[in-house]
């Protein structure tokens, strides 16, 4: 019977559970305590939980048994999980991310900070601006597409015509970013919006 309480419980709490994807959730039900002797129960037994308790990560569910009046309290804790990319071993500042050093987990979402990403193509050409610990989730904070003193590429549009220039970056940007550069030859400093690694784009 001890079991069977425990997947009631478990059973109810993936079917009412209020999260937005039930897929994305871990749950982790408590163990019926052995010592507590639970009668047989010749029906299904039933659970029950507040609708306010249903809307927490720390569930109550009552475990009743219809014909004979026992009922259990069980205790099931409800993870809600998202998919981010985060790096696959110790990295230092300054380190290119690649396909090697990336990977996709599953993540606790109350332990996620900042804007995170889920797919790897988001990242790669980025680099680390600290060190940062394996399994660590990637965030914007952490990157920079151009970084402060990078050797830049600055191409500007102009009537159907394209122009590059060689650029120095002033300041650490991501992909659509806005950020001061020095144009290399007339030593003039303009803002330009980031492109891709190592490039940004002036809008004329």
Not at 79 to 88: G, H, I, K, N
Not at 134 to 158: E, H, Q, R, Y
Request: negative net charge; hydrophobic residues 35%.
């Amino acid at each position: 019977m001890h079991d069977l309480v425990k997947e009631t419980a478990e059973i109810y709490v993936y079917q009412n559970a209020d999260v937005e994807n039930i897929n994305d959730v871990e749950i982790t039900i408590r163990d019926v305590d052995e010592r507590v002797h639970i009668p047989v129960c010749p029906v299904d037994l039933v659970a029950s939980s507040s609708t306010q308790s249903l809307q927490q990560s720390n569930i109550t569910v009552k475990i009743s048994c219809p014909s004979n009046g026992w009922f259990y309290y069980m205790s099931a804790q409800v993870t809600e999980m998202q998919e981010v990319v985060v790096v696959a071993d110790t990295i230092s500042p300054g380190t290119l991310l690649t396909e090697n050093n990336l990977s996709i987990e599953k993540i606790d979402k109350r332990r996620l900070r900042g804007g995170t990403f889920s797919d790897k193509d988001e990242v790669i050409g980025a680099r680390l601006k600290r060190r940062t610990r394996d399994g660590s989730p990637v965030t914007a904070n952490m990157l920079c597409f151009v970084c402060k003193g990078d050797a830049i590429v600055i191409t500007a549009k102009l009537s159907g015509l394209e122009i590059k220039t060689s650029g120095i970056a002033l300041q650490d940007g991501n992909i659509g970013d806005t950020i001061s550069v020095k144009n290399r030859r007339s030593k003039k400093q303009i803002e330009a919006q980031v492109a891709n690694v190592n490039e940004v784009q002036v809008h004329i």
